[in-house]
Each structure stands twice: as structure tokens, then as C-alpha cells.
């Protein structure tokens, strides 16, 4: 007994010292601890500047006496004639459909050139890299201003504007997609001879097209969601017949039309799901929430390795003499009526055609109208306070977009709901919120609270909650489901799991989703001053009426600058807390 107590004592510490030796402590760097006082910092200042505007929930319930009024003095909702919505509806639906596929067209060169992998040189990735977030931080409201100088009214300068600033996320997505392909295709072609062109079409293309088609449907939901702002500067389609409602003050229509807005939203985002199922499958990454709503029984990735092969693929011979089974006649039916959308949205919107070699002897005198930029008769501090406003708005907004996304994020993920009811409801809820266009959500808010900060900080973070929520669910149902078997396996209750396991893997992709927030904050917030919710957005709006494009240009200038700061903490933070 003796020898069997004294056994273990005497390599007990040599043991000890060992472990400790094999994995020593870290040093925490130097640039990592000025990255999270860098967070923490912004973090503080987002809850001063919820503090700044000074949102009441007492106030706003005493407010609601403003809304009854005026709805009150509304007397109810009118729309068009239905022949007249209809047409409003298929004109709106085909230039956001247009502008997203010029987009998606316009990104595939510069995705190219901006992929690590594909491109020709560091200075030809850099310049692609700036133009995407060059396109990124043009308010595509500016946009359409510059393209209604050019080409007048109509849907053209909404389809340029929306292709252009489209641009900057989907060729980001796009070149994110090729930097994470599988090489050894792309690396068998060129050992054969094959050209560039052979090892995109053959070797990159087959591979990222499925994360290609999802990343286009979903840019192509939030276009059709910034649409109603284009109204606001002449683009036809709903925005601009809501436009012309509320500014001649007949408030029951505008209203109407801001419903059927909405109801659109809601039917995209459904229709884009149905596509996605059928185009995609059960390729996990590239499906949104609503997708499992629709497709519950697409749960994973894992059957589809375990597919058996089918008969007509067993050799070349037999490949030729494929048979029309039910699955290829759906899928061909499905890339028939695809073909015909698309030629009914180009039909639709009525593009001349010949606007594009007449533009040319019009665009020194735009130019010329644009620049130089100047503030006018703006003085500069009044100007860099708006600024300061705009991004004070937009920190409150992510601020309090925060906690509710993480909540209801989590909820919809798969691997940390309670169960398929409380998974269910919180996609439901998310899918309810994107729904709504900031800008209707700003109006309705305007009149309940009146005019200033406070409605454009709700409105943004209410919308902000729909998206968030969504890059939230997406990552968490990412992480590696190792370490939460793990501590499940030894007795670790659900919370704890998703404390010490789940959150800490997603904690990058949450601080990267975050600064995307901020981000695209900036930007709407800008947009949101166009209907009363404070920043420089009503200096965007005075200047545009009054045809002061120098001014708006100094505008956009700002906006610019702010955005690649963003860009660029993101970035930073991307890179320390990988």
C-alpha cells in the first residue's frame, strides 16, 4: 500500500511542470489590446449617443396621440387603380432586377482582378479592391441624381445607380468566393495548356457559381428594398408615385403604396428562397434562414456526398442520351422562365436605347456641375457637425441593434434554439423586419415622434435587426460543433455551451458583421435626412433641390472618407482577432 500511495507522488510535479511547458500562457499583443480599447471605446460612444438623442419610450407612448391624428386625418388607405399598380409594380420589380444583373455583370472582372489567387499583381488588386469600396460608399440615391441630370426621368438612372453601387458588395462576395475554391482544378487545367479564360469558365466557375446565384438573389432583395428612396429623385416605379403622395400631402395613398412596398419585400425575399432551394439545394452555406423555413427538409450538406450517381452519368455514351426525367424538366423549365424574366424586366423598363451615345456630348457640363466640390454658402463646422450627427446616428443605431440581433440570431441558428417553435418564430420575426424599408419605417416614425435624430436612429435600428440577425444565425450555425458536443458530452447545461463554445468561435465573424452594420448605417442614415430623421442628409436634400450638385458632391466627399475609416477599423479588427 505504501508503494502504491508513494507512486504517484514523486512524478506528480515533473508531470505538472510539463503540461505547462507544452502550453505556455500568451502574451496578449500590444495591437490586439488596441483593438478591443478600440471597441470598447466605440461601444462607449454609441451609448452616448443614445444618451445624445435621447429616445424615450414614455415620450414616444405620449407621441402616439400624433399618430392617431394623423391617421385620423388620413381617413384610411388608397392605392392606384389596379391597372396603374400593376404596372407600377412590374416597372419597380424590372429595373431593380436589371440593375442587380448589371451589377452582377459589371463584378465579375473586378472580383477577378481583387481575388488573391486570380490576380495578375498586388497593384491590380488594389485598385479593384477601390473600386469596390469606392462604389460602396456612393449613395446610389446620389447616383441617380447624376444619371437623372444625364438621361432625365425614367428607370435608367435607377438601373445605373443600382448596378453601380451594387457593384461594391457583390464584387467583394464574388472575389471572397474564388480566394476559398479548391485550387486543384483550376491547377490541373493550366498543367494541360488551357487558357485563362479555360481555367475561370472550368476550373473557378462551377465551383463558386452556387455562392455567385445566392449572393446575387440577396443584393437583389435589398435593392428592391432601397428602390423607394430613388423615388425621391426622380426614378420611376412605387418610390417615386409615393413620393409624389406625400409631398402633395394626399397621405392615405403614400401610405397604400408603403404597404404594397412592403408586401413586395416580403414576396422577393420568399420567391429568392424558392430559387435558391431549387438552384442550390442543400448547399448549407448558401442558404439564408427563410430558405429553411421553406426547405426544412435541407438541413445540411452531408447527404448530398452520399447522393448515388444517376444511371445517364455511368459513362459518356449514356450521358449524351440523357432522359428528360421530372428533375430536368423542372430545372429547365426554371432556366426558361429565368430567361424570360429577365427579358421582361428589360422590356419593362423601356431603356432608349440610344441615351447611351447621346449621353456623351452631356457629360463635361454634368461634370462640370459637380465639380469643384464646395460647401456653398453651407459654413464647413456646420457641415462636419452634420457629418458628426450622421455618424452619431449611425453608432446609436448599431448600438441598439446589437443586443436584440444577438438574441434573436441565436434563436434562429439551429445549434442553439430550444427547440423548432422558438427557432421558427424568431426566422418568422427576422424575415418580418426585413420587410420593411427603412425609409416607410422613418416616415411612420417621423410623424409619431416629429422631425430629428430620433426617428432615424429607431428606424435604422429596427431594419438593422433583420439583417444583423441574419449574419448572425448564418455564423453561428458555422462554427465547428466539436467543442459544444464536447462540453456537452461532460454535463454542460445549453447556456453554458453557448457561452464558452459557440459564441467565442463566432466572436470574429460577429465583430466583422458589426462593423458591416456601422457601415451600412452611415450610409442609410445619410438617406434617412431625406425625410426628416436628422444629419447631413437634410443638407443632401437642400442641395439637391436647389440644384447646388457642387455641395452634394462635398456631401458625398465626406461620406466617403467616413466609410473607408470604417472600412478600414474593420478591417484591422478582422486581421488582430482572426
Known amino acids: 500500500m505504501t508503494v502504491l500511495s508513494d507512486a504517484p507522488s514523486a512524478p506528480a510535479a515533473p508531470r505538472r511542470s510539463t503540461v505547462s511547458e ?24 454609441g451609448i452616448l449617443a443614445v444618451d445624445e438623442v435621447g429616445i424615450s419610450i414614455p415620450a ?11 391617421m385620423a386625418r388620413v381617413g384610411g388607405l388608397s392605392f392606384p387603380a389596379p391597372a396603374d399598380l400593376a404596372w407600377l409594380i412590374a416597372l419597380t420589380v424590372g429595373l431593380v432586377l436589371v440593375g442587380t444583373l448589371l451589377a452582377a455583370a459589371l463584378s465579375v472582372p473586378i472580383a477577378y482582378l481583387a481575388a488573391s489567387n486570380t490576380t495578375p499583381g498586388n497593384g491590380w488588386r488594389a485598385a479593384a479592391r477601390f473600386v469596390g469600396v469606392l462604389t460602396r460608399a456612393l449613395p446610389d440615391v446620389v447616383l441617380a441624381m447624376a444619371f437623372v441630370l444625364m438621361f432625365s426621368l425614367g428607370t435608367l438612372p435607377g438601373i445605373l445607380a443600382i448596378g453601380i453601387h451594387s457593384i461594391g458588395m457583390i464584387s467583394k462576395m464574388f472575389a471572397d468566393a474564388i480566394e476559398q475554391i479548391d485550387e486543384g482544378p483550376r491547377l490541373a487545367i493550366r498543367a494541360a495548356g488551357g487558357s485563362k479564360m479555360q481555367e475561370f469558365a472550368s476550373g473557378i466557375l462551377p465551383q463558386v457559381l452556387p455562392s455567385w446565384v445566392a449572393t446575387v438573389l440577396h ?42 412596398i412592403f408586401i413586395l419585400c416580403v414576396a422577393m425575399e420568399i420567391i429568392s428562397s424558392l430559387v435558391r432551394g431549387a438552384m442550390l439545394g442543400q448547399q ?24 448515388a450517381r444517376p444511371a445517364w452519368a455511368a459513362s459518356p455514351q449514356t450521358a449524351v442520351r440523357r432522359p428528360w426525367t421530372a428533375e430536368r424538366v423542372r430545372n429547365t423549365s426554371g432556366v426558361v422562365v429565368a430567361v424570360l424574366v429577365v427579358i421582361g424586366s428589360v422590356v419593362v ?57 444577438l438574441i434573436l440570431g441565436s434563436l434562429a441558428a439551429s445549434n442553439v434554439a430550444p427547440g423548432p417553435g422558438a427557432r421558427g418564430a424568431a426566422r418568422f420575426l427576422l424575415v418580418g423586419i426585413r420587410g420593411i424599408p427603412e425609409l416607410i419605417l422613418a416616415i411612420v416614425l417621423v410623424v409619431i415622434t416629429g422631425l430629428g435624430a430620433q426617428a432615424g436612429v429607431i428606424a435604422l435600428a429596427i431594419g438593422g435587426i433583420g439583417l444583423l440577425g441574419k449574419l448572425i444565425a448564418d455564423s453561428l450555425e458555422e462554427v465547428d460543433r466539436g467543442p459544444e458536443r464536447a462540453l456537452r458530452a461532460v454535463g454542460a447545461t445549453r447556456l453554458q455551451t453557448y457561452t464558452s463554445a459557440t459564441v467565442p468561435q463566432g466572436m470574429q465573424a460577429l465583430i466583422g458583421h458589426s462593423f458591416y452594420m456601422l457601415d451600412t448605417n452611415i450610409r442609410a442614415a445619410t438617406i434617412l435626412g431625406i425625410v426628416g430623421g436628422g444629419g447631413v442628409g437634410y443638407y443632401l436634400l437642400n442641395a439637391s433641390q436647389g440644384s447646388r ?28 482577432f482572426r
Open 219 to 260: 443584393r437583389n432583395d435589398i435593392n428592391l428594398r432601397g428602390s423607394v428612396v430613388l423615388g425621391y429623385v426622380g426614378v420611376a416605379g412605387l418610390g417615386l408615385e409615393m413620393s409624389y403622395a406625400f409631398k402633395s400631402l394626399n397621405y392615405g395613398k403614400g401610405l397604400g403604396i408603403a404597404l404594397v
Open 549 to 576: 450638385y457642387e455641395t452634394v458632391t462635398a456631401i458625398v466627399l465626406m461620406i466617403l472618407v467616413t466609410v473607408l475609416v470604417v472600412e478600414g477599423l474593420a478591417m484591422w479588427m478582422r486581421k488582430v
Open 349 to 405: 423598363s423601356q431603356i432608349n436605347w440610344l441615351d447611351f451615345f447621346t449621353v456623351w456630348a452631356k457629360l463635361p457640363e454634368v461634370v462640370a456641375r459637380f465639380w469643384p466640390p464646395s460647401f456653398g454658402s453651407y459654413e464647413a463646422s456646420a457641415m462636419i457637425a452634420a457629418m458628426r450627427d450622421t455618424v452619431a446616428i449611425a453608432l446609436a443605431a448599431t448600438v441598439l441593434t446589437l443586443l436584440p440581433s
Open 60 to 70: 414616444m407612448v405620449q407621441s402616439w396621440g400624433n399618430a392617431e391624428n394623423f
Open 22 to 45: 507544452r502550453a505556455p500562457r500568451r502574451p496578449i499583443s500590444a495591437e490586439r489590446i488596441a483593438a478591443g480599447l478600440t471597441l470598447v471605446a466605440l461601444l462607449v460612444l
Open 284 to 307: 448549407r452555406q448558401t442558404r439564408s434562414w427563410i430558405d429553411r423555413i421553406i426547405h426544412p427538409r435541407l438541413s445540411g450538406s452531408a447527404s448530398m456526398s452520399t447522393t
